[in-house]
Every structure is written in C-alpha cells, then in structure tokens.
C-alpha cells in the first residue's frame, strides 16, 4: 500500500521484536491470571477478581477498564482458594472488587452483581482521579479518537 494508516506503520516497526513475557495456554485461567499479577505488580492493594463462568465474564467486561483507571490485577477464578490468597498475601492485597458469585471475609470487598454498579463505581473512581464530578462516562479504544490519516 502506498499510503499505509499509522497502526499498519506501527505493527510492521514492531515485527521481529521479541517480547520479555510470553504467554501460553498451558495453564488454567486462574494460573495465567495469578502469573499475570505476580509478574507484573510488585504490590498493591486492590485487586480485580472476576468469577469464572458466564455472568463473572459479563460483568467482568465491563469492570476490567476499572481495574486500569487503578492500575490492579485481574483474576479469573471459581474460588478465592489458598493459591489466590498466596498471591494476594504476597502483593499485599487488602481490598477486592468481585464480579459474579465469589465470596470472601479475608479481604474488605465491594462486589458487583449489576453492569450498573461498576459503572457507577467507575464514575466515582474517575471524578476522585480527575477532582471533579464526572456524569457518565463511555469506553473507547483510545488510538481511534484521532483522525486517520
């Protein structure tokens, strides 16, 4: 092509770039998650737990931009079993969001059984981030809001 956009432009300066961290399914969902976090967060205490099955993936889709406004790992799990809480001793985890039929007495925890919940807690947590009240909010792709050229 002769006049090729800038994600085009950029995915070919990209090939042949090896990445640090690879990623293989060789594992459960849980382990890839709980691998995910352990490798990238030296501490933190939040973190986004998202029930395995179909209502924990629903509204997990719509919580997981809340976990990069605050910058905290995601885990897909059945159960908050002794591997998750090693991982989440080991980062110093206090508080969870939960999306879908997870419990758990360990941590403080806010869970959400409505799409309309996580919304309105993404709105709180960006009006705190920005210091101003925030009416609604949309999620978008961030490289598609300037003019392709």
Known sequence: M???SKTIVRAKQQIGI???YILIDLSTPMEFFLSIAETFWDETT???VIKE???GYGLGIVATPLASYLSIPVIVTNEIDGDVQEVF???GVENLYICGDLHSSAYWVKEFYAVEEI???CIDVISYKFGETVKYITIA?????SQPD
């Open 2 to 4: 002769d006049d090729p």
């Open 18 to 20: 090896y990445s640090d």
């Open 46 to 48: 939040t973190a986004l």
């Open 53 to 55: 099955d179909e209502t």
């Open 89 to 91: 001793n080991d980062l």
């Open 119 to 121: 919304i309105d807690e």
């Open 141 to 145: 792709n961030p490289l598609a809001v």
